[in-house]
Each structure stands twice: as structure tokens, then as C-alpha cells.
């Protein structure tokens, strides 16, 4: 648990107001009122046309990827982070909460913010995660009113047809579907720290496919076809991905190239990392503490 205490308070200037935090959790809780769209977000998504929706979910999806691959490099160097960060475009950033200012003052502070940074991106993506779904909810009620209409005034004949085959099976494949009452999405980005018994196993949904992460017989992952994959000490990497430690069927486009991190600490001590778009799914008593 990153509970680090600074000797002196870290402040970042943020438009004309200066915040101080004392440690990274501080920093972390504070970002924490920042995942939620606002009210004055989703009014302007409501207004927009279904093809527009489309074309947001897509920059959106664009944007995760370039943040997953910033967050994965940094796991294996942690001081990348900054250089990849001050490369972005800040215009990429939602002025929604402030975002946009809060990157541009990490972006101006030393290396020794780099953790910050990490805690930003992390808190940033799951505000996007929120409002996918809110696009995707809003589609979903514009597409059935669609529907329901002769011919459809806004997209009509194949292009009607092609767009809403794009939506639900690559942008937004349904998270609900067959979701158990029993399982919860892990935050994205953030660390679930996870002490599993000998002889045990716990399931692991990637998106809405089964799997299950195992101490039988050794340590592993049992993917959705129930083969069972061996873990490393160390980072092991579950997704479509060719260089994964554990390579899911690539006709699974809800799974992403990256989707899982997995690190054992031995002594059958894990930590997992969410990277995905649609999600990883566990029993809601381990999420009850986690930490980035």
C-alpha cells in the first residue's frame, strides 16, 4: 500500500487555487469525487446524434489505449511516466473537473510526483470507464428508438445496420451480460492485493468470460476454455495479446490485448491489475481494500 508521507506537503497549482497534499493516498481520495460525468456532460452527450456517439466512444477508446500502453511501461519502468505524460496532447483531456489543469500542473512538477502521476492517469481512466458506459447507455436508447421508427430519421438502410455492429461487438460488447450477483469490476489501474490458500481457487471473469485464477497443483490461470496456464514469479500479462504470458483466443474482442496483470509475490501472494476496457470482474469481498 503506497501510504508514502512526504516531509513537506506537495502542492500543485491548479488555475488560481494551490492544493497541498500530504501523502499519495491523500491525493488519490481527492481525485476519487473526480470519476463521476458531470450533469452538464451528459446533457451535451444526450443532444448529440447516434453517429456522434459512435465517433466519441471510438476517441475514447483511442485515448485508453494510448494510457494502457503508458501504464503497462511504466509497471516495468516506473519513471517513464513523466516524459509519456508531458508528451501527450493536454488537449486530449477533458476540461470536466478540472482534469485538464490538474495533468498540466503535474506535468510542471519534479520527478519525484511521478507516483502522482500514476495515481492521475489511473483516476482519469476510470472517469472515461464512466462515461463509455453513459454513452453507451445513451446509444443503446437512441438506437431503439431508431428501431421503432420507419426507415429511422437519423441513420437509415446498411450504414444504420454497419454502425450498430460496430458499437456492440467491438466498442461496447455488454459488460451485464451473465454477470453474477457475486462479482464486482475491479477499479481500473488500481492494485487489488489478493492472499490465496493452498488448494484454492477463486474466479476471475475477463470481461464476461469465466476464468479462474488457481493454487491447485501449483500456480495458475485457468482461461474461459479451462486450460490451465502456469504463472511465473512475477508480472504475467493475461490477454489477446502474441506476446501475453497467458494468450487469450484472439476472437475475443472483448478482451483486451491487455488485460489483466497478474504479479505473484510467492507464497501464493497475488496482485492484479486491471488494464481493459471491459473490465475484470471478482468477488466483492476482494475489493474491499485494494490500493494503488
Known amino acids: 500500500m503506497l501510504t508514502k508521507f512526504f516531509a513537506k506537503p506537495v502542492e500543485l497549482v491548479i488555475g488560481e487555487q494551490t492544493l497541498r497534499f500530504c501523502s499519495i493516498p491523500d491525493f488519490e481520495f481527492s481525485l ?3 470519476t463521476s460525468v458531470p450533469t452538464k456532460k451528459i446533457r451535451e452527450l444526450v443532444k448529440l446524434s447516434t453517429k456522434k456517439l459512435k465517433n466519441e466512444a471510438i476517441t475514447i477508446k483511442d485515448i485508453e489505449k494510448r494510457f494502457v500502453s503508458i501504464l503497462s511501461r511504466s509497471i516495468e519502468e ?3 511516466i513523466n516524459q509519456a505524460m508531458r508528451e501527450l496532447d493536454p488537449t486530449i483531456f477533458s476540461q470536466d473537473h478540472g482534469w485538464r489543469s490538474i495533468i498540466a500542473a503535474l506535468n510542471d512538477a519534479s520527478d519525484e510526483l511521478n507516483p502522482f502521476r500514476r495515481v492521475a492517469l489511473v483516476k482519469y481512466m476510470q472517469y472515461l470507464s464512466a462515461r463509455q458506459d453513459i454513452i453507451k447507455y445513451i446509444y443503446s436508447e437512441k438506437q431503439s428508438q431508431l428501431n421503432g421508427t420507419a426507415g429511422g430519421a437519423e441513420e437509415t438502410g446498411n450504414e ?5 455492429l460496430i458499437l456492440e461487438s467491438t ?3 455488454p459488460d451485464e451480460n451473465g454477470k453474477s450477483d457475486e462479482m464486482e469490476r475491479m477499479p481500473k489501474g488500481e492494485v487489488i492485493s489478493i492472499q490465496l490458500p493452498e488448494g484454492k481457487e477463486i474466479e ?3 470481461s464476461k468470460h469465466l476464468c479462474k485464477l488457481s493454487c491447485k497443483n501449483g500456480v495458475g490461470f485457468i482461461d474461459q476454455e479451462n486450460h490451465r496456464h502456469p504463472l511465473k514469479v512475477g508480472k504475467n500479462f493475461i490477454g ?3 506476446n501475453s504470458t497467458v494468450k487469450i483466443d484472439p476472437s475475443l474482442r472483448d478482451i483486451s490485448r491487455l488485460h489483466l496483470l497478474i504479479e505473484y509475490l510467492e507464497n501464493n501472494k497475488f496482485q492484479l491489475t486491471d488494464m ?3 473490465g475484470t470482474f471478482l468477488n466483492p469481498r476482494l475489493l474491499e481494500q485494494h490500493t494503488i
Request: proline letters at 4%; charged letters at 25%; glycine letters at 14%.
Open 32 to 34: 476519487s469525487g473526480r
Open 240 to 242: 489477446r495479446d502474441t
Open 160 to 164: 444504420k445496420l454497419s454502425g450498430t
Open 204 to 206: 476471475v471473469r475477463l
Open 171 to 173: 466498442l461496447f460488447e
Open 78 to 80: 516506473p519513471g517513464s
Open 276 to 278: 481493459s476496457s471491459h
